[in-house]
């Protein structure tokens, strides 16, 4: 079929090693930020948000830290396994529930 | 958890039929968004709806037509299908309250025209 959009950038982590996906985005009014996985095959399912007037969350292995001053959001995985490997996205949320998805990352993770 | 069921989840058929891919949901939803993703690439929103009667084009140009006649059903039909169409399309709904923003996903339709 016809390609839609661009390639995804990789990143590749050796299991064991912490992996940092980063994210730019564009809406400075942006409410809430949130990151996706999707696993291959399947849909996306939700990872970890953040709102707006925070700097940094955590979950279990996951932290998310949002710069707004460079607009810039990051996604921070301990101790990487296999089956972290997926691609992940942003999305930031506007509005009425607006939700714009940023490119997406593959991550591979190497046993 | 979100309940939210697409069918079917792999389809071959050749150029000119006309098929429907069905998204249904359980948990009361208000919106709910058709995106279409191509292998390994980014997701494009190409339909999404607000309520029953209420249907919106998204980003990316579709040939592609939905209906909103229940809460609970969102079906994205293609009226003529072409090998352009071949793709994988995402269905998802949130709610309004709360307001997250946080969507949920089905499995997704793994459309090939051929």
């Known amino acids: 079929g016809e390609s839609v959009g661009l390639h995804l950038p990789t990143l590749s982590v050796q299991e064991g090693d912490n992996s940092i996906i980063n994210c730019a985005y564009s809406n400075s009014a942006s409410d809430y930020f949130i990151w996706y996985k999707q696993e291959s095959g399947k849909g996306p399912q939700f990872i970890i948000d953040i709102r707006s007037n925070m700097d940094k969350r955590q979950g279990q292995r996951v932290t998310v830290l949002l710069n707004k001053t460079v607009k810039h959001l990051s996604l921070q995985i301990a101790a990487t396994q296999p089956g972290d490997s997926a691609v992940y996205f942003c999305a930031e949320v506007t509005g009425a529930n607006n939700l714009f998805f940023g490119t997406g990352t593959r991550l591979t993770v190497i046993p | 958890e979100a309940d939210i069921y697409q069918t079917p989840r792999y389809l071959v058929i050749g150029t000119g039929k006309k098929i429907t891919l069905e998204c249904s949901q359980t948990?009361?939803?208000?919106?709910m968004y058709w995106y279409q993703q191509d292998p390994g690439m980014e997701l494009h929103l190409i339909h999404y709806s607000y309520g029953v009667n209420s249907t919106e084009k998204g980003d990316l140009s579709s040939e592609s037509t939905v209906s909103r006649i229940r809460t609970e059903h969102f079906p994205l039909t293609l009226e003529s299908a072409r090998p352009s169409h071949t793709s994988q399309y995402l269905c998802a709904t949130t709610q309004t309250v709360p307001n997250t923003g946080e969507l949920f996903f089905g499995e997704g339709s793994r459309l090939t025209v051929l």
């Open positions: 948990m009361g939803h208000d919106k």
